[in-house]
């Protein structure tokens, strides 16, 4: 069964920083693309970071992107989003997903790409 458990999340005023942890346990965590995707209250659901598989490429969402950075531990089966100054837009509750596909030759793009989500963990950025 494939499990995802998000932590890190928390209150952080603006221009701070939070760094958000999934350990992914259950499948074969060196074969599958890992995302994080947020959701706020009334809008839709957002893939703001991506990494390949392989931990080779990545993909941020124009509203992060030279903000937040993901990262891939392979030995320690975990996920990170190091998020730097953090705005009261990114205030959301952010979710830990893997990608449907075992070894995808490319870096996913979509939400639809996912298919196994964490509980999610909330962020809230003050102003």
């Known amino acids: 069964e494939v499990q995802l458990v998000e932590s890190g999340g928390g209150l952080v005023q603006a221009g701070g920083s939070l760094r958000l942890s999934c350990t992914a346990s259950g499948f074969p965590f060196s074969d599958y693309a890992m995302g994080w995707i947020r959701q706020a209250p009334g809008k839709e659901r957002e893939l703001v970071a991506a990494?390949?598989?392989?931990?080779?490429?990545?993909n941020y969402s124009d509203s992060v992107k030279g903000r937040f950075t993901i990262s891939k531990d392979i030995a320690e089966n975990t996920v990170n989003l190091q998020m730097n100054s953090l705005k009261p837009e990114d205030t959301a509750v952010y979710y830990c997903a893997r990608d449907r596909q075992r070894r995808r030759y490319i870096t996913p793009t979509r939400i639809w790409d996912f298919n196994s989500w964490g509980q999610g963990t909330q962020v809230t950025v003050s102003s």
């Open positions: 990494i390949k598989w392989n931990g080779d490429f990545t």
